[in-house]
């Protein structure tokens, strides 16, 4: 079976994201090296974008149905997005930081191996399936991204020199970011009233996926009304960071939840 390869993708996308940060910090190529970095950097996300299409295709299924299915698409959005970040802005602590924890998703894989069923259960047999969880899986990526450098901006306050720049990388990506939440949260609406019949029950995850929605809001509500107390505003984007690890891992723990439907399977 593919995942038994997953190693040998894995491996190889690693290597060449860690050849990727290495060239973009240490001009070997003078004026070239930033170029040859992102070049490589695009090498290993196809090489883990080709693992993700063949296991969706031997599975005769979307692989979203896990834990370690939604890691893989993690570790394939975060250097996406480092990528189209460092084009556009270029700062190389967030392209390093990209890669680095898209790493870290594919290395948990390696440590929590899985037993991948080919079986959706009927409610998962939808056609809004595979477009709700594509659009999160994004906005958490973007909205995860830029919580983290909610934090760089606090220990730049309190430790360090502070720079607007920060600040504006993170509205950008919250603004991405929260975009796809939306779209993800209504697509997933328009799931549950075919497959339940009901837009919106409040089951634990449709709750706690509201109270990310909402965080995310209020910082940009935050942003726009107040320039100028940026340490609030790192605060706020920080513990938002929070409520979307609740609602993406933690609630697989909460025992209100282990008979939602929302909740991966392990």
């Known amino acids: 079976m593919i995942w038994d390869l997953f190693k040998y993708f894995a491996i190889s996308a690693m290597v060449l994201w860690i050849i990727s940060v290495f060239v973009v910090y240490v001009p070997i190529f003078k004026n070239k090296s930033e170029n040859i970095g992102v070049f490589i950097s695009i090498i290993g996300l196809i090489i883990l974008i080709v693992f993700t299409g063949i296991l969706w295709y031997q599975l005769q299924r979307p692989p979203m149905r896990t834990l370690g299915e939604t890691r893989?698409?993690?570790?394939?959005?975060?250097?996406?997005?480092?990528?189209?970040?460092?084009?556009?802005?270029?700062?190389?602590?967030?392209?390093?930081?990209?890669?680095?924890?898209?790493?870290?998703?594919?290395?948990?894989?390696?440590?929590?191996?899985?037993?991948?069923?080919?079986?959706?259960?009927?409610?998962?047999?939808?056609?809004?399936?595979?477009?709700?969880?594509?659009?999160?899986?994004?906005?958490?990526?973007?909205?995860?991204?830029?919580?983290?450098?909610?934090?760089?901006?606090?220990?730049?306050?309190?430790?360090?020199?502070?720079?607007?720049?920060?600040?504006?990388?993170?509205?950008?990506?919250?603004f991405i970011g929260f975009s796809f939440l939306t779209a993800g949260l209504l697509f997933g609406a328009l799931w549950a009233k075919e497959a339940w019949g009901h837009y919106w029950t409040w089951d634990p995850k449709e709750t706690w996926a509201f109270l990310t929605w909402a965080s995310y809001l209020a910082y940009m509500h935050f942003s726009f009304f107040t320039k100028k107390k940026e340490k609030t505003k790192l605060w706020i984007l920080s513990l938002a960071f929070i409520v979307l690890m609740i609602c993406w891992f933690g609630i697989n723990y909460l025992p209100a939840a282990q008979n939602s439907v929302h909740v991966y399977s392990n």
Request: glycine content about 4%; hydrophobic content about 55%; some cysteine.
């Open 72 to 174: 893989i698409w993690y570790s394939l959005f975060l250097p996406l997005i480092g990528i189209l970040s460092y084009k556009r802005w270029k700062f190389k602590w967030f392209f390093a930081y990209s890669m680095g924890l898209a790493i870290v998703f594919l290395c948990i894989n390696f440590l929590k191996p899985e037993n991948f069923s080919k079986t959706l259960m009927p409610a998962l047999q939808s056609p809004w399936f595979v477009p709700h969880v594509i659009v999160y899986m994004f906005a958490y990526a973007l909205l995860g991204a830029s919580s983290i450098i909610g934090f760089k901006g606090l220990f730049q306050i309190n430790f360090s020199k502070f720079s607007s720049k920060t600040i504006i990388l993170a509205d950008n990506l919250v």
